[in-house]
């Protein structure tokens, strides 16, 4: 089970911190990582990170503004938010894999983000 929380209103060029906290059969993450959905969109990728070496990837639009770091011990992955822009005003949802690559398994509730201008 995934629980994701910390979204919000905040006005263009402010800061959001995410975060996810994973419960239940854990030991099995591989990847967590992060997407949104903006109204009338596809939902897409955001970042992840690998739980074993730390590893990092993200999506070109918010690479420089967006980092994504987790903590093994709580099983909980976050998201730091900065510069944000309207156009990062979406529904974000955390999420875990049990593979390297490929589709998630198991899906958070999502938490609204909403960036005024």
């Known amino acids: 089970q995934l629980q994701a929380s910390g979204g919000g209103l905040v006005q263009a060029g402010g800061s959001l911190r995410l975060s996810c906290a994973a419960s239940g059969r854990t030991s099995s993450t591989v990847r967590m990582g992060w997407f949104r959905q903006a109204p009338g969109k596809e939902r897409e990728f955001v970042a992840r990170?690998?739980?074993?070496?730390?590893?990092?990837h993200y999506a070109d639009s918010v690479k420089g503004r967006f980092t994504v770091s987790g903590d093994n011990a709580e099983s909980a992955v976050y998201l730091q938010m900065n510069s944000l822009k309207p156009e990062d005003t979406a529904v974000y949802y955390c999420a875990t894999s049990v593979r390297v690559a490929g589709t998630y398994d198991y899906w958070g509730q999502g938490t609204l983000v909403t960036v005024s201008s």
């Open positions: 990170i690998m739980w074993g070496s730390g590893s990092t």
